[in-house]
């Protein structure tokens, strides 16, 4: 693993924690304080909010698990005969 994988995977992990902290413990509790949401409204709400968080963490997991995959050693440069 080079640092660019290592960098990517670090950003990538860190926009993933931002996605999930902000939706459970931002928009999940407020929307049952907008006027006019009723439970069964929020709850419908959560459902398409979450089944979308849950596509992008499995892109997410993706991208993290290929960047820290082991990669192919880099080519060794031919030596001249001499």
Do not use: D
Not at 13 to 34: D, N
Not at 64 to 82: D, I, K, Q, W
């Amino acid at each position: 693993m080079n640092t660019t994988s290592a960098a990517m995977a670090s950003a990538v992990t860190f926009v993933w924690l931002g996605m999930v902290l902000a939706i459970s413990f931002l928009e999940a509790p407020l929307k049952f304080r907008a006027p006019g949401v009723t439970i069964r409204v929020g709850l419908g709400i959560g459902r398409i909010v979450f089944r979308a968080l849950n596509l992008v963490e499995v892109f997410l997991a993706i991208v993290v698990t290929g960047a820290l995959s082991p990669s192919a050693p880099p080519p060794r440069p031919l030596s001249r005969p001499e």
